[in-house]
Structure formats: C-alpha cells, structure tokens
C-alpha cells in the first residue's frame, strides 16, 4: 500500500459509513397518516438501528484500519532509504567516487537518527488510529443528529419525509465525515487528514535518509531549490544555502549562513510541503540564486492561487457527488447531478480552446427559460441579446463592462479563465451595463441608505463574517457574497474572491455597483448566498429592479 491507496481506502469507508446511514433512512422510512408523519415511532425505531449501525461499523472496520495502519511503517522506512540512496548517487555524480567520504561517522548519530525515526513511525500509526477512531464516532454522532434535525424540519413545511431527510443531512453530506480538527480550527476528511500525515511523515523520512548520507561525507550545506510553484511558507528560503544542523548534523560552526532547525521554526518544511534541498558543494554547485524577477514572483503567486483553485474545484466535485448520490428526493438528486456535471466540468477544463461564446449562449438559453414573472430576468434577457462581447487580450482582468463603448470586453488568456464560473461572470458583467443604461444604483438614496447600515453590521460581526471564508467555510471561493463583503468591509475582511482595496476607493460609486452586480447574481441565478445580514441591501435592492 502506498499514501494513494490509503487515501482511497480511507474515502471508500467514508462512502461505505454514509451510504449505509442513507440506506437506513430510506429503508425504515416514516409513516406518514392524515395527521402527518408519526415522528415518534420512527425516531425509536431509527435508534435501534443506529445502535446496530454503531457496533456493526465497529466490528467490521477496525479490521481494515488494522490492515491500512500496519502499510505505514514500511512507507516511512522505505523514504528513508530511498532518501539516503538518492543521495548517495548524487555525491557520487557530483564529486566523483575517487573523492571518498570524509566525515566524522559517529554511530551514536545513527542511533539517535534510529530513535527519531521509530517515534515518527509510532506517533503516525497512533494518529491515524485516533482519526479512525474519531471517524467512526462522527458518522455515529451525525446519524443521531439526522433522527431528530428531520423531524424539526419536517415542522418547519419542508413537505415530504424524502425532503425533511435531505435538509438534516445536507451540511453533513455537503462536508462529508469531517472528524480532524486542524491547529487553525479548520475542519478535514480523514482521507484528506491520511495523505497529509503520510506524506508529510514519508518526507521527513526521506530528507533523514538524505542526512545521514551527507553526515558520511562530511557535508552540511544544502540549497533549497528554485521551482516554479513554491509554497508561500517556504519562498523566503527557496535558492538560499542552509546549514543542515537538523538531519546532517551540521552546526553554526560549518559558515555563517543560517540554520535549517532556524528556517524550519519560520515555516520551512510545513505540513504537505512541496519544497525540497539539495546537497550544496562550494566551489562546484551552481552558485545560489534567491532573487526573484517581478515576472516571477506574479507568476509565483498566480501559480498558487491556480493550485487553491483547483483544490476547491476538486472538493466541490467531490461534495455534489455524496449530495447526488445520497440525498432522498428525486428533485434534490436531479439538482445535484447538474452542479455534478457543472463542477466535473470545471476541474477538468484547460484555458487553451477555452470557449467564452459558447458559454454565453448556454447562458442565454438559462435566463430564456427562467424567466418566471421577474421583470428584471426578462431585462436581463433583453440586455444580454443586445450586447456584443469582444475579445481584448491587452485586458488586464478576465472580463469588464465598458459603459463609453457599451461594450463587455474579455481576455481568454487571462491566469485562471477558466476556473470562473461563467454564469455568476455574464449575469454580473450584463447587470453592470443594465445599472448604467437603465437603474443607475449609484443615486439611489434608499440603496445606498441600506448599505450604511448593512456595513455597520458587517463590521458589528467581523469575526463571524470572516470565518464564512476560512478554508471548508461556508462561503469559500463563493463569486457574489464574497465581492459583496470585500465592497462593505472595503477590503478590510479577507475573502477569496473580491476586489482590491485599491478599486474600493478608487471611485465613490463603484461600491454601490458591484453590491448592486453581486446580488442581481444572486437573484438571477438563484444562488444559495442569502445572509440575514443583507436582508436589508437585499429589499432596497428588489425594489430598484422591480
């Protein structure tokens, strides 16, 4: 077994806990008479089978977690020696065979090496036990809340047993079995938990491996290489020569550059780092380069926030796949197989050949088809159809509405094209033109009057805001309400998705209209992005397009 099939055999117990959960809704199902659904007797039948759930899950599974968690020892080991192999190969390469070793080999460096080595191996197995353990006691925990959530859901006139089931579950199936608590409070998978731990532990072991070769020869310096992603952590450091004082045994006597144990205490070498070192030979290894072009440090940083992208776009994918598969109502699995599709669609898609035409007309047959009695969808329509769309790749942003031309210009080749959710883009960017030509949201006294006081609520909540966008938040990497918050905090409030501080006050107006775009999108697309705290912008909002 390797890191992958541990990951994948850890999301297969996951997907087994909450499909047998599901199973067990759909089987034990509700009875429902003219007086309505007989909540009592289902709950007390639904108990008996969570306490069934609870012992055959425990019976059946810490087999499996005996068989994943005993494949951990040989993976670390087996990094280590690959590690002090590798290594050797390239001193070899480098200062040639003849040269010999030529450092002080002291065989209590090992044994403590050996020592440091089994307590990683130990304290991972522990671990990942613990997470198992903690697995199955948050499936036990989510199916006992879902017995009696249901039911005040079923109060509340969802409708159907199917659609009460599916509201108490959504959050749950949404984050999935989420039982590891991170230092910074956020909350993970076990199987996202597995591949971090492993590959964080099989990489120490590597770099030991490595240490004790260049400890055989005398060598101390290394130089963390330059590559075209590196983590923001680690980007201080990347092309600049370190003395290895943690894994070869070097000491400040070995120069004057800094410390390996120095950098890593700033964040060198954090948790599911990408970066890496090489041995450092004065006199024959290219002489270090830490300095960073203007070109190179954007693309650094675009590199990462495509990385951050891609990431979300794959835990979406994966979040609609349980809602799809598990939710009860047929309406709310048809909804979720869309978002499926849409989100499978997105990680998949490359900027070359990117479509922007395509997905407009896609666009415009959605809004045709929505149009219900809302006088703004059937403007919208109009709006749409009348505008022309013209490619400019000098733009220096994706997409931009252009009022002395009434134009919306796009750049296809602009970083990260293709991860934009094309829908929230067109309905924003035609709802700027519909402001300039028709609402003008900018002179609206009640409108703006409602975004005072929405903004004095923002800042009353900061805390509470801001933690809607930390990581597996529930509105990370949202398009709309994340724009709308960084316009009322000004760009105080950290979100994914926003302008700069910069545009905020560049323009005493543009406040009031991207509010204005964002919750047009919000209406348009009917996106799930209804705060309390924006009922108030949100009514004087309804009123202008109405």
């Known amino acids: 077994m390797n890191d992958y099939d541990i990951q994948e055999a850890l999301k297969r117990i996951e997907d087994e806990l909450i499909a047998s959960m599901m199973r067990n809704m759909q089987r034990h199902r509700a009875e429902e008479t003219k007086e309505g659904i007989e909540w009592g007797m289902w709950q007390a039948e639904q108990l008996r089978a969570l306490e069934e759930y609870r012992k055959r899950n425990a019976k059946k599974y810490n087999g499996q977690f005996e068989e994943i968690n005993s494949s951990i020892p040989a993976i670390i080991s087996e990094s280590r020696k690959r590690g002090y192999l590798d290594q050797e190969a390239h001193i070899l390469e480098t200062i040639g065979q003849a040269s010999g070793g030529s450092g002080d080999i002291d065989g209590a460096f090992f044994k403590i090496n050996d020592r440091k080595m089994n307590a990683l191996i130990d304290a991972t197995v522990s671990d990942m036990g613990n997470a198992e353990t903690a697995m199955l006691r948050r499936a036990n925990d989510q199916y006992r809340k879902t017995i ?72 101390h310096l290394v130089i963390m290489n330059k590559r075209g992603n590196p983590c923001p952590k680690c980007l201080p450091f990347v092309g600049k020569i370190l003395i290895d004082d943690v894994w070869s045994g070097g000491s400040s006597e070995d120069g004057s550059y800094p410390l390996m144990s120095s950098a890593m205490v700033a964040g060198l070498y954090h948790p599911n780092c990408k970066d890496s070192h090489t041995t450092y030979f004065p006199g024959i290894s290219t002489p270090p380069d830490d300095k960073f072009s203007k070109e190179e440090i954007k693309k650094v940083e675009d590199d990462y926030k495509d990385d951050q992208k891609q990431q979300y776009a794959k835990r979406q994918k994966e979040k609609f796949r349980r809602l799809a598969n598990y939710s009860l109502d047929r309406e709310n699995k048809e909804k979720y197989e869309i978002k499926l599709g849409e989100w499978k669609q997105e990680f998949q898609k490359k900027a070359e050949g990117f ?83 028709q609402y003008n949201s900018w002179k609206d006294e009640r409108f703006l009057q409602e975004i005072e006081k929405c903004r004095q609520k923002v800042y009353d909540k900061r805390d509470e805001v801001q933690e809607w966008f930390q990581e597996n938040g529930k509105y990370e990497y949202r398009f709309a309400i994340s724009d709308i918050i960084s316009a009322l905090s000004e760009g105080e409030i950290i979100v994914p998705v926003g302008h700069k501080k910069s545009y905020w006050k560049s323009n005493p107006k543009v406040q009031a209209m991207e509010i204005f775009a964002n919750l047009s999108s919000i209406d348009v697309l009917e996106l799930d992005e209804k705060e309390k705290i924006l009922d108030g912008i949100f009514k004087a909002y309804k009123e202008l397009v109405e």
Not at 166 to 186: E, P, V
Not at 381 to 393: C, L, N
Not at 414 to 427: C, G, K, Q, T, W
Not at 428 to 433: F, G, L
Request: overall charge negative; proline content about 2%.
């Open 355 to 437: 479509n922007i035409k395509d997905s407009l007309e896609v666009f415009k047959e959605k809004i045709k088809n929505n149009i219900d009695n809302s006088r703004h969808k059937a403007n919208m329509s109009f709006f749409v159809d009348t505008v022309e769309f013209v490619e400019d790749k000098e733009l220096k942003v994706p997409f931009a509405y252009l009022p002395n031309e009434d134009i919306i210009k796009y750049n296809s080749k602009a970083p990260n094209i293709e991860l934009y959710d094309m829908d929230y883009v067109f309905s924003h960017e035609i709802t700027h033109r519909m402001d300039f030509l």
């Open 148 to 219: 009696f959530n249901a039911q005040v859901y079923a109060n509340s006139g969802v409708g159907t047993y199917e659609k009460a089931v599916d509201m108490a579950t959504k959050d749950f199936l949404a984050a999935g079995i989420q039982c590891i608590q991170y230092k910074n409070g956020s909350m993970h998978r076990i199987e996202e938990y597995a591949g971090m731990a492993i590959r964080t532990a099989s990489k120490r072991a590597y770099l030991t491996g490595e240490g004790e070769k260049r400890k055989e020869w005398g060598c």
